[in-house]
């Protein structure tokens, strides 16, 4: 179990939660809250946590499938997933364990905040990102970040990254801030464009790649404060 969890409150009712490399965020409205993401092995620290910052019924909903956004799930009810990652969170030992549905544009009303899925493939089939449109914010999951974006392995896909992007960049009216779960925790919204321009550039051969840290099979590709492992 993991005790080493850091608690930074974005603004009223909203607060990201870190642990080592990753970090979940809590939003908390007047009548319920959401847990977006578990982090790696936070565990009973991270149901702590959360009791101690809202007194609201929280229902844990998920970004994408990959281990150090489910790890802490157990403490937690069936966690909400938009069907297309489905298949990626039954092979990584959920099968058994009850999954909610989060459709493209469902809104999560939690009284005073409320939180609309976006679908956002490309880093794994299922990804989505959560918009608070009052608030004009975005949590992204993995895909923008200033740390590194995993592309290499099944399921990842740049070209479904780079049309996801896009697809943010359609809505950058709605939102002025970005919230990824590597790097810097709150971002200018430029960083959708930055990071859709970047993969673009990877796509047509236009970066070199370096041998990747910890001895990952794939490439590290930089440019202009993004990294994508491909």
Not at 34 to 57: F, H, R, W, Y
Not at 97 to 113: A, Q, Y
Not at 171 to 200: M, N, Q, S, Y
Request: charged residues 25%; proline residues 5%.
């Amino acid at each position: 179990m993991s005790t080493d969890l850091k608690v930074t409150q974005l603004a009223e009712g909203i607060w990201a939660i870190d642990e080592d490399m990753v970090r979940c965020f809590l939003v908390a409205g007047d009548e319920r809250a959401v847990l977006i993401d578990s982090c790696m092995n936070a565990g009973p620290a991270l149901a702590e946590i959360v009791k101690g910052l809202t007194d609201k019924p929280v229902e844990l909903v998920l970004t994408h499938a990959d281990h150090d956004h489910t790890g802490g799930q157990d403490v937690f009810d069936a966690p909400g997933l938009h069907p297309s990652e489905y298949d990626y969170y039954c092979s990584k030992e959920n099968a058994e364990r009850p999954i909610k549905s989060l459709w493209e544009g469902t809104v999560l009303d939690l009284g005073n905040k409320s939180l609309e899925v976006v679908l956002i493939p490309g880093h794994t089939p299922g990804s989505v990102a959560y918009l608070d449109r009052a608030g004009r914010r975005l949590f992204v999951g993995d895909t923008v970040s200033d740390a590194w974006i995993y592309l290499f392995g099944p399921g990842r896909n740049l070209k479904a990254i780079i049309e996801s992007l896009k697809k943010l960049e359609s809505r950058a009216d709605d939102f002025d801030l970005v919230h990824p779960c590597h790097g810097t925790a709150e971002l200018e919204k430029g960083w959708v464009t930055k990071t859709r321009i970047v993969a673009e550039k990877l796509l047509a051969g236009e970066l070199e790649g370096v041998n990747s840290p910890m001895d990952l099979p794939c490439k590290a590709y930089s440019c202009d404060g993004v990294t994508f492992l491909y």
